[in-house]
């Protein structure tokens, strides 16, 4: 059970849950290591393309196959928690939670820590990193601190229904590496990209915002201010973040009517 912190709570308690979360996210952390160099092991074998791209860019390959696999993972996970807790619905509860959807935030909390660290060891090669450093930390903060209070699993489980572009966004730059840019897959896969991340990264997660923070105002403001506080600033960092990759991939878009070349090697 997680603890019910009216106020900052007690320290002892505080710090015992971030230990709590931290060893239940570890195992997830593990995992997607494991599955991440097994994929750097076995890339190169089977495919001729990737045993043709430098280091940093393989590895960049095996973190977007981890990737695509975390969204075969969390996404059934998170749908069924919004179905067991009701999550989806406008009026869901900030203090409703189950076992389910605590293993969700351990989960997500364990995908981003193991994928911060080859963020982290290609800081200089890879595009983006400011930015997506900044994701990564408060997606730590975010659920991290829903898997160790039990509150607002109604805004963090949801959004992991996000995930679901991963796979998209990651299939885009495998056909691009591969020689199929400018193939009907490569376009096809393109709209399917933009079509779900406008449906779910724009619309899904504003409607996630005013459902919870404006219509359930009240509710919100009956929360601990700390949390308040804190998501005060993670959740519009979270939209702001969206929205700038939503625009990087219309200009891209853009640039593919004009008759430009709209690859990009930067991971969404």
């Not at 807790?85 to 935030?105: G, I, W």
């Not at 911060?116 to 060891?121: E, N, Q």
């Amino acid at each position: 059970m997680a603890p019910d912190f009216s106020d900052w709570g007690s320290p002892a308690a505080f710090a015992s849950s971030v230990v709590d979360v931290t060893i239940a996210s570890l195992p997830w952390a593990a995992l997607y290591a494991v599955c991440f160099f097994v994929s750097k092991f076995v890339g190169p074998l089977l495919f001729a393309h990737c045993a043709a791209l430098l280091p940093d860019q393989q590895d960049y390959w095996a973190a977007s196959v981890v990737s695509c696999l975390n969204c075969f993972v969390i996404v059934p996970m998170a749908w069924m928690a919004c179905t067991e807790l009701n999550l989806l619905s406008s009026d869901a509860s900030f203090k409703v939670y189950s076992d389910l959807s605590t293993m969700c935030c351990h989960a997500m909390v364990g995908y981003t820590f193991y994928d911060l660290l080859p963020l982290l060891y290609h800081r200089k090669k890879w595009g983006g990193f400011a930015m997506y450093l900044v994701h990564h930390v408060a997606t730590i903060a975010s659920w991290g601190v829903a898997a160790a209070t039990g509150y607002a699993h109604c805004v963090g489980v949801p959004v992991l229904l996000l995930e679901i572009t991963g796979p998209f966004t990651n299939l885009r730059w495998f056909l691009h590496v591969a020689g199929y840019k400018n193939t009907t897959a490569y376009l096809v896969n393109g709209i399917l990209m933009t079509v779900s991340f406008f449906v779910l990264r724009v619309v899904f997660n504003w409607w996630l915002f005013i459902t919870r923070y404006y219509l359930q105002r009240a509710a919100f403001l009956m929360q601990p201010a700390w949390l308040r506080w804190l998501y005060y600033f993670l959740y519009p960092t979270n939209l702001a973040l969206q929205l700038l990759w939503f625009k990087k991939i219309m200009d891209g878009v853009m640039k593919l009517l004009a008759g430009g070349d709209a690859s990009s090697k930067k991971k969404k």
